[in-house]
């Protein structure tokens, strides 16, 4: 019985099967994404989606779709679907479906007539590689299959249309064609393990939608090529290995490289596995650097989601290497005591005021998991941060007389609430923020206590002082007695800005903390009651007039509710370990509660993993990206602390 099961009641529903979406990625970066039902709802969405160095290293969707047709006693049965203008779906492949199965690579089993074949998916580790494996479990006799490939050869935020410039014409390779619509492109090899015909009917199939593009208010309809069919014949026992790939192959290694990239996955078999699977589809490595990509389908590697993600998604599954890996790429990109938040190579942006603060919270958590060398490797560079930060640096980020951290750049949202609507800050909270300077606290306690470590009287002189004139400024300015909670901002216009949000919630979780026990249990009293759910916490309490409770509409529309009630899994990890250090033993139930609440959605939106963004009201659906790293990384990290302090709980 698979752990993630769905029936063929449900797969047949396409309001419900259209819902839930697979994604699956290699360290290449590449990734392979689709619904349930193989029905693309996303410009997103494709079998083979890579990245393209020659066209500045962001993603092409090369292949989007396959249709199988099984041609049986002169009736055909296509297997594939998609969606036309008014609701119309064609073909209509899903009611073939008898079975969906996610344990160790995505299979889909069809009934077509007298015939039960199954369709198993899978992208080759390191390459740009798709192979699907056709295995006949049963027929009564000899039948064709008919295989037609969709082409876009387009960015995976763009869409394409009907035009003269495609180059439609193909070649012969072993045992199939090559293709390649424009240039710059490489050419996609799509080969099979058997030898097959290949009918060059070229065509374009016009005004394919995509649901969740006109969702979220983008151009939803594009034209997609097929350059012909590919023709075999099959019998029952028979397996048949397709490739798509940037390079040519030999068709005879496709069925044992099919076999040897299944052996040794880990199954999704269970909650704690599906994480962990999940956290593993982050990672990319390519050009020399391993990165972390923030979410999927359409996020890149972001400085400040790599270093919250990256101790759950390295640390707790005790993979110090690709910690070490993945901290040492961003160091190389440092400049002026910043890492680069979002970007490319060529334009990296270093406007996160966090991201350098976070840096020195993963160096604790992974000294805190046996990295000896982690203030010997990474001290150099968290000393660039913390001088930066001292005397200034870019977006007038700058300590003030008071010792606390004052960042204030016109049009700029610098801290994790960073959504810009017509170049205006949803929530701007320019100036003093709660969570930057006890992250800032934290940076330099921590690095003082090993400047003392190595007895480098140096460091300890010009920073020894700083440690309590934080804490004292930072209790004078945030700290409000009579709410018993943490003010959520403070500048110089406005004065404190007493909204309730997690961003309080950091300044208990941290190793090194300016509130006592007292403090922290009163702001964790406030988050539980009004910010807590069962999906993570709210950005903003529902009782504030600015609240948003569902995340729906255009681009403006969602930026606009994006940090105004919005809820975000990845806030389950300072609010879980702010709840254990307060509460200890007696706090691990409700930690427990929250932390496995969340097996619920492995069945949902992105399968077997965690999405972005959950709505603020009840039933909290899932929104945003299908699966994030800070979503995933945080709750393994949770799972890890009370597997390995909490144990007996």
Same mark, same amino acid.
């Given at each position: 019985m698979s752990y993630i099961k769905f029936e063929k009641s449900q797969v047949v529903n396409?309001?419900?099967?259209?819902? &839930?979406?697979?994604?699956?990625?290699?360290r290449a970066g590449s990734y392979s994404s689709t619904t349930l039902v193989a029905c693309n709802t996303r410009k997103y969405h494709g079998l083979l989606v890579c990245p393209v160095d020659e066209l500045g290293g962001e993603r092409f969707v090369?292949?989007?779709?396959? #249709?199988?047709?099984? =041609?049986?006693?002169?009736?055909? !049965?296509?297997?594939?679907i998609r969606k036309y203008k008014g609701d119309y779906f064609s073909p209509k492949g899903h009611k073939y479906?008898?079975? !969906?199965?996610?344990?160790?690579?995505?299979?889909?089993? $069809?009934?077509v007539g007298g015939v039960i074949l199954k369709m198993e998916r899978l992208l080759v580790h390191y390459e740009e590689q798709y192979l699907m494996r056709i295995s006949i479990l049963e027929a009564s006799e000899p039948m064709k299959l008919q295989l037609r490939p969709f082409l876009a050869f387009r960015n995976i935020h763009q869409l394409t249309h009907a035009n003269l410039t495609a180059n439609t014409k193909v070649e012969p390779v072993e045992n199939g064609i090559k293709s390649k619509l424009y240039e710059g492109f490489p050419s996609l090899n799509m080969q099979f393990s058997t030898k097959v015909e290949f009918v060059h009917v070229p065509d374009w199939y016009l005004g394919v939608e995509y649901i969740e593009e006109q969702k979220r208010g983008y151009d939803f309809s594009e034209d997609l090529f097929t350059p012909g069919f590919f023709e075999f014949k099959a019998k029952e026992g028979d397996i048949i290995v397709f490739s798509a790939s940037t390079k040519e192959e030999k068709t005879s290694g496709f069925k044992p490289k099919f076999t040897k990239n299944v052996t040794g996955k880990t199954p999704r078999d269970s909650y704690i596995n599906?994480?962990?699977n999940a956290a593993q589809q982050f990672v990319e490595k390519r050009g020399g650097k391993t990165l972390i990509i923030a979410g999927y389908p359409w996020f890149g590697a972001w400085g400040r989601d790599t270093f919250i993600s990256i101790p759950g998604l390295a640390l707790a599954r005790h993979k110090l290497v690709l910690f070490r890996d993945v901290m040492d790429t961003q160091v190389e990109k440092m400049k002026d005591g910043l890492f680069p938040n979002m970007g490319n190579e060529s334009n990296p942006a270093f406007n996160s005021v966090d991201a350098p603060l976070w840096f020195f919270w993963a160096v604790q958590q992974y000294i805190e998991q046996g990295g000896t060398d982690g203030w010997e490797r990474y001290g150099s560079a968290a000393k660039s941060v913390l001088n930066a930060f001292k005397n200034g640096t870019a977006f007038n980020i700058h300590m003030r007389e008071n010792g606390l951290i004052y960042a204030d750049a016109p049009g700029k949202s610098l801290t994790w609430m960073?959504? =810009? +609507?017509?170049?205006?800050? =949803?929530?701007? &909270?320019?100036? $003093?923020? +709660?969570?930057?300077?006890?992250?800032?606290?934290?940076? =330099?306690? !921590?690095?003082?206590?090993?400047?003392?470590?190595e007895k480098d009287k140096k460091f300890i002189t010009e920073y020894e002082y700083l440690a309590e004139l934080i804490k004292k400024s930072f209790l004078d300015l945030f700290w409000d007695e009579k709410f018993g909670c943490l003010a959520d901002y403070v500048n110089d216009?406005?004065?404190k800005n007493t909204f309730i949000r997690p961003n309080m919630v950091i300044a208990v979780s941290l190793p090194f903390s300016m509130l006592d026990k007292e403090q922290m249990k009163k702001v964790l009293d406030i988050a #539980?009651?009004?910010? +807590?759910?069962? &999906?993570?916490? &709210?950005t903003l309490s529902p009782g504030n007039k600015m609240y948003q409770g569902t995340y729906k509409g255009n681009q403006e529309e969602r930026d606009s509710t994006y940090h105004q009630g919005t809820v975000w899994p990845w806030l389950y990890g300072p609010f879980c370990e702010g709840w254990l250090k307060v509460y200890g033993q007696q706090g691990v139930n409700k930690v427990k509660k929250l932390i496995y609440g969340l097996e619920a959605v492995m069945s949902e939106h992105g399968v077997s993993t965690i999405s972005e963004i959950y709505d603020g009201d009840p039933p909290h659906f899932p929104e945003g990206a299908i699966s994030q790293a800070w979503s995933v990384g945080e709750v393994l990290r949770i799972i890890d602390l009370l597997e390995t302090k909490y144990k007996n709980q």
């Open positions: 396409l309001e419900y099967s259209l819902g &839930r979406e697979i994604i699956r990625t290699n090369l292949l989007s779709s396959l #249709d199988l047709t099984v =041609v049986n006693k002169d009736k055909s !049965f296509n297997t594939g479906m008898e079975d !969906f199965n996610t344990d160790t690579i995505p299979s889909r089993i $069809y009934r599906c994480l962990r960073d959504a =810009v +609507v017509n170049g205006i800050p =949803v929530t701007p &909270r320019r100036g $003093y923020d +709660v969570e930057i300077n006890a992250l800032w606290y934290n940076a =330099v306690c !921590f690095s003082l206590e090993m400047a003392k470590i216009e406005e004065g #539980d009651k009004y910010l +807590v759910t069962t &999906r993570g916490l &709210r």
